[in-house]
């Protein structure tokens, strides 16, 4: 009997441990927002799991940041299109996507992150006078600058730049483990 109750309580035991591994999952996706006061991280879920062709789906999920991890970078631009010239982008007054129809002015392919054009300079540039954004897109390896409308100058500088990409180890709401 004695035999019995030990094989009973470690195998509770080791089902807990099984379960609760189980539970940690993996979630891939763009940093949208961070909430320094509550200690969260706010992302668009890819739910294609390829960085190189991603599919961002909403709604938009929050997690708790371990205690003492790096904050990721931050920014709304969810895709630049420059084939049908929108550039889309998470609002979040109304937790959704929008997007903004430009004029493309100048776009230079496989410009790489060491090019001395993009190298050391900070992107999204927004010139108010000549109603352009230059944007540099590391992931799709292009440097382009867009001709935006009056309405799309006034919103934040973030709402031009992406986020990181991340992947995140979660265990219900809170990250175990955060890869860029």
């Known amino acids: ?81 420059t084939k049908e010239n929108k550039l889309k982008y998470y609002d979040d007054a109304s937790t959704s996507f929008k997007s903004i129809d430009f004029t493309p002015v100048e776009k230079i392919d496989a410009v790489e992150p060491e090019d001395a054009r993009v190298a050391n300079k900070k992107f999204p540039a927004i010139d108010k006078e000549k109603k352009t954004v230059t944007i540099y897109s590391k992931r799709q390896k292009i440097l382009t600058v867009i001709g935006v409308p009056d309405s799309a100058l006034a919103l934040s500088e973030k709402t031009y730049d992406s986020g990181d990409d991340l992947k995140l180890t979660i265990d219900g709401k809170k990250i175990t483990k955060i890869e860029k």
Do not use: H, W, Y
């Open 1 to 81: 009997m004695k035999q019995f109750c030990k094989f009973l309580f470690l195998s509770v035991a080791a089902m807990g441990l099984l379960g609760s591994a189980a539970m940690a999952e993996e979630v891939m996706g763009r940093c949208v927002a961070i909430d320094k006061e509550k200690n969260t991280i706010t992302i668009i879920k890819d739910a294609a799991n390829d960085k190189a062709n991603p599919n961002f789906q909403l709604p938009p999920l929050t997690f708790d940041l371990p205690a003492g991890a790096e904050l990721p970078k931050f920014g709304k631009r969810i895709k630049l299109d």
